[in-house]
């Protein structure tokens, strides 16, 4: 029985192999520490008199920051989002606002923000009521609070990366909790006080001048940092002494500050916090002081600010970061593509990316079932609807769990299925399992039940519906040579309009065999059935190895040379136990059954091997090495000191990357025009999840790789093709 009549339950698994990654990012392993690359966040508690109706309770987030990165106040500056806590709490238990602690300012580029660098406790006081019945009261059998919090924030260091995590505490009903009561007692000295007297501001024309009185004499004569609570009021980036001004009369404070020049608010009572500088803060001494002022005066006309999603916010300070001095930094415009223009673009990708070595594989077997059918024109008809159905839901369904991770805030681009390492192995097994039944190893009808297989060869059209979700899960990363601008463009339309580009992507891949399956004269160009058949059905499974050797390097690219070599292992031992399991007699089950054994010991012992991740093997950034790697603050760098910058953004399972490195990148031509006019080549690898690489692809327009960028200062960066040609890299280099 050949590959028409394959092992169904085979080709789920590359179906449910290709929402795992979607299952899997969303899902967070509750507990009381979340680290993440670039924070540690544990969620901390303070009660030093128990749990008790009245009794001081306090619970937080600390945040533990990595060098140079930083999240966001209550009010996060010119970009940026504060920091969210979500409780779920039992009955008779609830939680007050964050008791936020003065923040510093920090400059990014011509812009500003208000956050925390280091580490930082997010206190929030728990009120207990009498109503509140300790679990025991429940018979529970338990004497703790059980408290739960869902957090997000958002992480900035020159790119911004949404985060989030799941929390849970159990906090003791009897005695003290006092293990963090010194992060407690620095939070709670980092407050501002209240102020005796509200303060008063007046609005005079483009500025506000602001009056505080009942300051205590330890801040008289000293520079006060100044934090509005209102977003988007004061042109935050401005400096004290230069861009706006500061005094005392007396005991009496006041300042003059610049209106922002995109303003969007104009509150009648103005919430805000004054600080001491950090070289004027003493232990035991108040360092800041909040104040609720009163705002007189005539508001000007407020600009009017279009609504900015998060995700959108976090690309746009992290491009305006990338090069502070530079118009290059501002973010590309994006592509004018109407939504005609990008349907045909999808339908023209999908019909070329029939073209591409990812899909050959699965077009040669179709072409081969083709071909047993020859003469039975309902058969080709019924082929060609099924296995188009399979590609277009196939099409949608990751087209939609993008959307909807996206939604979700989640950082992913097309081809994300490939950039999970256990996806990548399920395909490496499917396919070994393909190859071998081609080859001629095991057939279905030794290897399985006989129910099993008459069940399969009674339903062919399940087969062609499962093999266009085959052709789609192993495709997707090679449609961006041909979707880049029209993906990228979907992201930002409706869900329905984004839909119906993927379906007309999935369309176009599934044109030429739905087409053959009704036109007959395309039946007519194909040989008749014979003994041919058996010689290509075998050739066609070097194809298949094929493909298993590239997934087997990109699993190693993720996993390192022990996750490519433990998926190795393990493929030679499931062939091993497919031979087994076309014996016949009391060998079958002597021998299968050892094999089986042997297989579960090994992947219990090195399995996790191939779901590890590793650290990509990082370039060396030395003058002797052409290739440096990504990162937006050496874009900054180089750009800030006047050099182009070259930029490949690429992936490893990117067919098109690979053949572009190849004929383009290493051309002796294209390499000696980057050395004379002095380029920097970075090189950004989306083999692996990259949130700081998916946003700047999104702040680019793209959603997917091969991207090619060359940015030079003083000029707009410039966008070349997909499909790259030494003529059009050396014509873009001469034109710095």
């Not at 992201?491 to 176009?508: C, K, N, T």
């Amino acid at each position: 029985m050949i590959f028409s009549r394959f092992h169904l339950a085979t080709f789920l698994v590359a179906a449910a192999a290709a929402c795992m990654p979607a299952a899997a990012q969303l899902a967070s392993r509750p507990g009381a520490v979340v680290t993440t690359p670039h924070v540690r966040a544990e969620l901390v508690a303070h009660a030093p008199e128990g749990v008790s109706p009245g009794a001081p309770v306090w619970v937080g987030l600390q945040i533990t920051h990595q060098p140079e990165w930083h999240t966001y106040w209550k009010n996060a500056g010119d970009s940026g989002l504060p920091t969210e806590l979500n409780w779920t709490l039992p009955s008779g238990v609830a939680a007050g606002d964050i008791a936020w602690p003065v923040p510093r300012k920090i400059p990014v580029g011509n812009l500003a923000n208000y956050g925390y660098e280091g580490t930082v406790l997010l206190p929030v006081p728990l009120e207990v009521s009498s109503s509140f019945k300790p679990p025991l009261a429940l018979g529970a059998g338990a004497s703790a609070l059980d408290v739960r919090l869902k957090a997000s924030w958002l992480v900035c260091r020159k790119e911004c990366i949404p985060e989030e995590g799941e929390f849970t505490l159990a906090l003791p009903l009897q005695g003290s909790t006092a293990l963090h009561k010194a992060e407690f007692d620095a939070a709670q000295a980092a407050q501002p006080l209240p102020l005796a007297g509200p303060g008063a501001v007046e609005v005079s024309g483009n500025s506000l001048q602001v009056r505080l009185e009942g300051l205590p004499a330890s801040a008289h004569g000293k520079t006060l940092g100044f934090f509005p609570e209102t977003p988007e009021l004061i042109r935050t980036a401005a400096e004290s002494g230069k861009d706006w001004t500061q005094g005392w009369q007396g005991a009496t404070w006041t300042a003059t500050l610049p209106l922002a020049d995109q303003r969007s608010a104009s509150p009648t009572t103005l919430p805000l916090v004054v600080a001491l500088a950090e070289p004027d803060r003493r232990p035991g001494q108040p360092v800041a002081w909040r104040a609720e002022a009163p705002v007189s005066g005539s508001w000007p006309a407020a600009a009017p600010r279009a609504e900015v999603s998060p995700a959108l916010q976090a690309a746009l300070a992290a491009n305006a970061a990338a090069a502070p001095s530079s118009p290059s930094s501002e973010l590309p415009p994006q592509p004018t593509v109407t939504l005609m223009a990008a349907l045909l673009g999808a339908l023209l990708g999908g019909l070329l990316l029939n073209l591409m070595p990812c899909v050959f594989p699965i077009l040669a077997i179709k072409v081969l079932g083709f071909a047993r059918q020859a003469g039975n024109h309902r058969a080709h008809r019924t082929a060609g609807l099924a296995y188009t159905a399979g590609v277009m839901l196939s099409v949608l369904a990751l087209g939609g769990a993008m959307l909807a991770l996206r939604a979700a805030g989640a950082q992913l681009g097309w081809g994300f299925q490939l950039q999970s390492p256990a996806v990548v192995a399920a395909l490496a097994a499917l396919f070994t399992l393909i190859g071998l039944n081609l080859a001629g190893v095991f057939e279905f009808g030794r290897a399985a039940p006989l129910s099993l297989c008459s069940a399969q060869a009674r339903h062919p059209i399940a087969n062609d519906f499962l093999s266009g979700v085959l052709a789609v899960v192993i495709a997707s990363p090679c449609t961006a040579p041909f979707m880049g601008v029209s993906l990228g463009f979907a992201i930002g339309l409706p869900a329905s309009q984004a839909l119906l580009l993927f379906a007309a992507l999935g369309l176009g891949l599934a044109l030429p065999y739905l087409v053959a399956g009704f036109i007959p004269a395309v039946a007519l160009l194909l040989p008749r059935p014979g003994p041919w058949m058996h010689t290509l059905r075998r050739l066609l499974a070097f194809p298949m190895f094929a493909t298993v050797a590239w997934l087997v390097w990109v699993l190693g690219q993720q996993s390192g040379i022990d996750g490519a070599g433990t998926l190795l292992a393990l493929l030679v031992c499931m062939a091993a136990i497919v031979w087994a399991l076309t014996l016949r007699g009391r060998t079958r089950l002597v021998i299968a059954t050892l094999m089986v054994a042997f297989t579960a010991v090994l992947a219990a012992a090195i399995g996790r091997n191939v779901l590890q991740t590793v650290e990509p093997a990082k370039l060396a950034a030395t003058a002797g090495q052409r290739w440096q790697p990504w990162s937006a603050e050496r874009v900054a760098e180089l750009t800030g000191a006047g050099q182009p910058v070259f930029i490949d953004f690429t992936a490893a399972w990117c067919v098109t990357c690979q053949y572009n490195k190849k004929a383009t990148l290493a051309d002796a031509e294209v390499l000696a025009d980057f050395d004379s006019r002095k380029v920097a080549m970075l090189r950004a690898d989306w083999t692996r999840r990259d949130p700081a690489i998916t946003a700047a692809l999104m702040a680019l327009g793209r959603s997917g790789v091969p991207l090619y960028v060359l940015q030079a200062p003083g000029k707009a960066p410039v966008i070349l093709t997909e499909i790259l040609g030494k003529d059009e890299v050396r014509a873009a280099l001469a034109a710095l």
